[in-house]
């Protein structure tokens, strides 16, 4: 893997940074390993503090997804722009999923920032050229997820500064 310069995340003057927010859906949005019908109240407050659009993007099936967001509520915020692996030939390491819920959303790689919380997610977020914010509160640990210029964060709070002034 090359050492790229460190992306900022920040918002430029009069603008957004990102047209969309794409969110990994397992570790980040539920918290897979302890699923038991409950959001965490943190991230609904962090998704709320984010204005610009935003989608999730999983390796998971839709079938999976449906159930998982659904059991926690969150379904009906993301309706429509839920992305799955089913909907391209490639999944992770491959980056298809990524930059088809781009598309879909209307933006360019690089006006795209991905919230994931695996290796395998960071990587896919760097090869599809768009900014990765990393959130290590679950269970892969910082140093492990900071790689390249992913920013690392590990308070689901923090994830609307992370992501710069919607």
Do not use: Y
């Amino acid at each position: 893997m090359t050492t790229r310069a460190r992306r900022d995340v920040g918002c430029p003057a009069g603008g957004n940074r990102f047209d969309p927010v794409i969110f990994d859906c397992d570790g980040v949005l539920v918290d897979s390993e302890h699923l038991a019908g409950r959001t965490e109240a943190e991230i609904l407050s962090a998704l709320d503090a984010i204005t610009v659009p935003s989608c999730v993007a999983s390796s998971g099936s839709h079938d999976r997804m449906r159930s998982t967001l659904g059991t926690t509520g969150l379904l009906e915020r993301f309706d429509g722009r839920i992305f799955s692996v089913d909907d391209v030939w490639r999944g992770k390491p491959a980056p298809d999923v990524s930059l088809f819920a781009a598309e879909r959303m209307g933006a360019s790689p690089d006006r795209c920032a991905v919230v994931e919380d695996s290796v395998s997610g960071v990587t896919v977020g760097l090869a599809a050229d768009m900014a990765v914010v990393a959130f290590a509160g679950g269970v892969t640990r910082a140093d492990v997820l900071a790689i390249d210029d992913a920013v690392v964060f590990g308070d689901m709070q923090d994830l609307p500064s992370r992501l710069g002034p919607t």
